[in-house]
Nanobody
Framework: QVQLVESGGGSVQTGGSLRLSCAAS????????MGWFRQAPGKEREFVAA????????YYADSVKGRFTISRDNAKNTVWLQMNSLKPEDTAVYYC??????????????????WGQGTQVTVSS
């Protein structure tokens, strides 16, 4: 069965950095684009970043563009989210997700079939 396991969350101060990891198993990782989403308390889950299966296309939410970087290593079945210049509004549970393999890249959560359990990121001012 497909498993996506996130790690790397934690608590940092404004301006700090964190690197989230997502280890995938149970799927042919190299054929899936991957995405990161987040959900803050009382808010809907929102798209953060996505990367194509071949690593040649990335897409970011405007709120994180220039601060976050998504990357992957197909040999390691892992996708990362490097988060720099963190702000209190980045506080949320961050989820790794894999969409339907028909999508080269996807930003809408409805297109994602598999989700990790989430990792908490807390940014204090």
């Amino acid at each position: 069965q497909v498993q996506l396991v996130e790690s790397g969350g934690g608590s940092v101060q404004t301006g700090g950095s964190l690197r989230l990891s997502c280890a995938a198993s149970g799927l042919t990782f190299s054929t899936y684009s991957m995405g990161w989403f987040r959900q803050a308390p009382g808010k809907e889950r929102e798209f953060v970043a996505a990367i194509s299966w071949s690593d040649d296309t990335t897409y970011y939410a405007d709120s994180v563009k220039g601060r976050f970087t998504i990357s992957r290593d197909n040999a390691k079945n892992t996708v990362w989210l490097q988060m720099n210049s963190l702000k209190p509004e980045d506080t949320a549970v961050y989820y790794c997700a894999a969409p339907n393999p028909d999508f080269t890249i996807a930003t809408m959560s409805d297109y994602y079939d598999y989700w990790g359990q989430g990792t908490q990121v807390t940014v204090s001012s």
